[in-house]
């Protein structure tokens, strides 16, 4: 007997975004170091014993997972990988002290609970351990099995519509890159730009003036995100769903071959239809080569409602656990949501089996969405793709029940009939690009536009940025930062401090006012010390050597901000990343062990594995 046929209506591409600002070296609680020690035992390792177990019961994750650069940096960092076990000891005894009240106070369900945060942080004690302290190591071993497909983001989130220069833009992407390369041993094929945020290539003014009223001159023209993510030899980025809406066609003289689908008229109209699709990846149109095009995968705005909302969404639901509310010292969460607007003090008790039948739910409702959008099918050569991304921390951290839901999902994809998990990369090694597209400049931020990060509260951050920015390349330029091994010291941690300036997370902080003194404590410490090091500079120049304090406070600054050791100040000299990309170079070739090359018409391996559901068997 034949089973029946099927055939997937399309594709999941389930992405997300892990991120933290630099806070190793600069506070603890409640602002600072806690921050990571939260997310890694609430998120990160959370996520990693889900893939372990899906791993286990051999379900492919297919998830996209941007690691950014400036929290490779932290999690590997020696002052984190030291102070975390403390940080969770400390849980421990937390929830060892509570269960201990509530049994007095004669409340055995609140002393379960209790119970329930030990064993939680136990075991996060427990995989730290297991991986000798190397949370990397562990996605780093999920993207080498295949489980997941690991991308970059800009080195320290920058939001680069608005950096004020070329070289600070690729500088970003650049680092970015090596980092990534550095800590998971192979080159990104994809980016998460920072907050979705886009701008094409054209003509463009500094909205302020740099600090002290330096004029920053007349409006010139700039690179697209789109050439700077070609440049670093990244293939594909997100943009918010408004920004292919708004797009228009757009007719290349050439472009990227399509070598996996024959050339059919059926594909032409599929791929050159008027409108656009939210279920089909994009080349950006631009004036770079578009033989190396970037590709877009446009957000779905659906599902991602569904996650996101805190009012309307999953996490909402009255049984999952309560963010705010928690029993001090120890920070415990005992509450759960209640109900929309329940004032805090009005939350009921959290009971975690009737959280785990909601999980379950929520899941199967997630997987319906994506069933019903895809259900249209574009052609059967070319399934659609709803790509679903989603920070990372949401899961686990924000979101307690998160990372329960990820796997809930993540199982219910693969017995789906018609649908299938897959990582962007698989999509594009298997499926063609709809086509050229140019779109309008925006983001995923509040009314699609940049307003999040510059607005009245936030501008004076980019008057100093902007200064920062120019001065860099000033020096960087002529390079003769490299002839002494101080003048490369210098440069080399001006770099870094500009960086940090460039951080998006201390505008959105502000603007939210979620932390908004220590992130402006934060940008002017960065500010501050930028400044140091420009006088160090000068210093330097006029006598060739710095005067003792001088020497001290550099080394101070190095020990504090010590991330990304192998910088290189030519990045940001005048043009120093640029390059017109007319060739891919020996490092592109198929025996590229990061780059694994589907052979000709056949889909990357995992997707296989999802696709055989879906052909004909015979018992």
């Known amino acids: 007997m034949t089973k029946a046929t099927h055939t997937p209506a399309g594709f999941l591409a389930l992405t997300l975004h892990a991120h933290l600002p630099y806070v190793v070296n600069h506070g603890t609680w409640p602002h600072g170091l806690e921050w990571l020690h939260e997310v890694a035992a609430e998120t990160y390792l959370p996520l990693l014993r889900v893939l372990g177990r899906l791993e286990a019961d051999d379900i492919p994750a297919n998830i996209n997972l941007n690691l950014s650069p400036v929290l490779l940096e932290q999690l590997s960092h020696p002052h984190f990988i030291a102070e975390f076990p403390q940080y969770l000891e ?60 690991t991308l970059t983001c800009a080195a320290t989130h920058g939001y680069l519509p608005l950096l004020g220069t070329d070289e600070s833009v690729r500088a970003q992407v650049r680092v970015a890159v090596r980092t990534h390369q550095r800590h998971m041993g192979r080159r ?34 700039r690179i697209g995100v789109e050439r700077a993510v070609a440049e670093s030899e990244i293939e594909y980025f997100f943009v918010d769903s408004h920004l292919v809406e708004e797009s228009l066609r757009a007719t290349s003289p050439y472009g990227p071959p399509e070598s996996r689908v024959p050339r059919t008229p059926q594909l032409e109209r599929v791929t050159q239809r008027a409108e656009r699709s939210l279920y089909q990846p994009y080349y950006v149109d631009g004036p770079y080569d578009k033989r190396f095009a970037a590709t877009v995968f446009p957000r779905d705005p659906n599902t991602g409602m569904q996650v996101w909302s805190g009012d309307a969404g999953y996490p909402a639901d009255p049984n999952y656990l309560d963010f705010h509310k928690k029993r001090f010292p120890g920070g415990h969460r005992y509450w759960r949501v209640t109900g929309p607007k329940v004032d805090i003090g009005a939350k009921e008790v959290y009971w975690p089996e009737q959280a785990a039948v909601r999980v379950e739910e929520h899941a199967a409702h997630f997987v319906g969405l994506v069933e019903k959008a895809l259900a249209g099918g574009m052609s059967k050569a070319i399934p659609p793709v709803l790509c679903a991304p989603f920070d990372a921390e949401l899961f686990g951290h924000w979101w307690f029940e998160g990372p329960m839901w990820l796997e809930a999902v993540c199982r219910k994809v693969h017995a789906s009939e018609t649908i299938a998990s897959i990582t962007c990369s698989e999509y594009l090694d298997a499926y063609p690009r709809a086509g050229f597209i140019t779109m309008p400049e925006g983001s995923w931020g509040a009314e699609g536009s940049h307003q999040v990060w510059f607005n009245p509260e936030t501008s004076w951050t980019y008057s100093h940025l902007y200064a920062a920015e120019l001065f860099t390349r000033d020096i960087c330029s002529p390079m003769h930062w490299r002839n002494t091994e101080l003048g490369t010291r210098i440069a080399k941690q001006l770099c870094r401090e500009l960086l940090l300036l460039e951080s998006s997370d201390w505008q959105f902080l502000i603007t939210t006012g979620a932390a908004r003194d220590y992130a402006e404590r934060r940008f002017l410490t960065h500010n501050d010390q930028f400044l140091e090091l420009k006088t160090m500079w000068e210093a330097f120049t006029n006598d060739g050597t710095l005067n003792e304090l001088l020497a001290a406070r550099l080394q101070e600054i190095e020990q504090r901000d010590n991330i990304f050791p192998d910088i290189d100040p030519s990045l940001w000299m005048e043009g120093g990343c640029e390059r017109d990309v007319t060739e891919k170079p020996e490092t592109e070739t198929e025996d590229r062990p990061d780059r694994p090359k589907a052979p000709a018409a056949e889909p990357a391996l995992s997707a296989q594995r999802e696709a055989q559901r879906f052909r004909a068997a015979s018992d």
Not at 122 to 127: E, I, K, Q, R
Not at 128 to 144: E, H, Q
Not at 192 to 212: L, S
């Open 90 to 149: 400390r849980k421990m005894t937390a929830a060892r002290e509570d269960e201990a009240f509530f049994l007095q106070m004669g409340d055995g369900h609140l002393a379960e609970t209790a119970r329930m945060w030990g064993g939680f942080f136990s075991a996060a004690l427990d995989d730290f351990r297991a991986l000798n302290g190397d949370i990397v190591s562990g996605f780093r071993k999920f993207a080498d099995a295949g489980m997941i497909e």
């Open 188 to 221: 990104p094929r994809g980016i998460w730009v920072p907050e979705c945020g886009y701008r094409p290539a054209g003509r463009w003014a500094y909205p302020v003036n740099g600090a002290g009223e330096k004029d920053t001159g007349a409006a010139f023209e």
